[in-house]
């Protein structure tokens, strides 16, 4: 079964500070697909990245960047010099689109980031 | 940029009332989801809809819950007798195929049962 586990649960960093979040999953399936979404305060899902199982070449965007590791089976989203607007809860998630007709997108906990000044 | 768009927002019912969430996927998209966050805990798939039949449903979809495609252009949730425990932020999605390249969320709409 699918599983994706965040274990900090909260997150305190000062403005300018880098902080990475971390995301472990379990899967059985060889094809899959990793996803971050941002939460802000006003409570949307906002779309960040989605990286595919085949590729493990890391990617940067801007203050972002993500770490993919099959090894570790680790899919950690880093913040550089993070900024007070970068407060929000971040999830981490995982499809396997090869099990059933559309594949669920399954959430991890959450990790819920505060910066302040 | 296109988007999906739920309504209402937020809504409010008393316990025992049925509610109809609704939802406009992106028009091209074929493949329709509903998920269902309770306030500070994490997101939850609910079901998944395709082809005009649900693909996939979660132990939470029980038989309060439905889904509907009425039409070529909306997704609606119905719950049939709304509890306490329903209270969540409701989402719906859709992705334009089963890889789910990129599941595109809407904002939510806030149910709160009295």
């Known amino acids: 079964a699918q599983k994706v586990t965040q274990a900090q649960t909260e997150i305190s960093v000062v403005e300018k500070e880098d902080v990475t979040l971390d995301c472990v999953y379990e899967?059985?399936?060889?094809?899959?697909?990793l996803f971050w979404y941002k939460q802000p305060p006003s409570g949307e899902l906002v779309f960040l990245i989605r990286?595919?199982?085949?590729?493990?070449q890391n990617e940067i965007s801007g203050r972002y960047s993500w770490n993919f590791q099959k090894s570790t089976s680790s899919f950690n989203f880093t913040i550089t010099a993070s900024q007070v607007v970068d407060s929000a809860v971040y999830f981490c998630?995982?499809?396997?689109?090869?099990?059933?007709?559309?594949?669920?997108?399954?959430f991890g906990t959450g990790t819920r980031l505060q910066v302040t000044l | 940029e296109p988007e999906v768009t739920q309504t209402p927002s937020h809504q409010v019912t008393q316990m025992g009332q049925e509610v109809i969430l609704r939802c406009v996927p992106i028009?091209?998209?074929?493949?329709f989801y509903w998920y269902r966050q309770i306030l500070g805990q994490k997101v939850e798939f609910l079901v998944s809809?395709?082809?005009?039949?649900?693909?996939?449903k979660s132990e939470i979809f029980d038989d309060q819950f439905s889904v509907e495609r009425p039409d070529g252009s909306n997704f609606t949730l119905k719950i049939r007798s709304t509890k306490l425990e329903d209270s969540a932020m409701y989402f719906c999605?859709?992705?334009?195929?089963?890889?789910?390249?990129?599941?595109?969320f809407g904002q939510g709409t806030r149910l709160t049962v009295v």
């Open positions: 999605a859709s992705s334009r195929d089963r890889m789910n390249t990129e599941a595109f």
């Open positions: 899967t059985r399936d060889t094809t899959y697909y």
């Open positions: 990286r595919n199982s085949f590729d493990e």
């Open positions: 998630a995982l499809s396997e689109p090869n099990t059933g007709t559309a594949s669920k997108l399954t």
């Open positions: 028009s091209n998209h074929l493949y």
């Open positions: 809809f395709y082809n005009n039949e649900i693909s996939e």
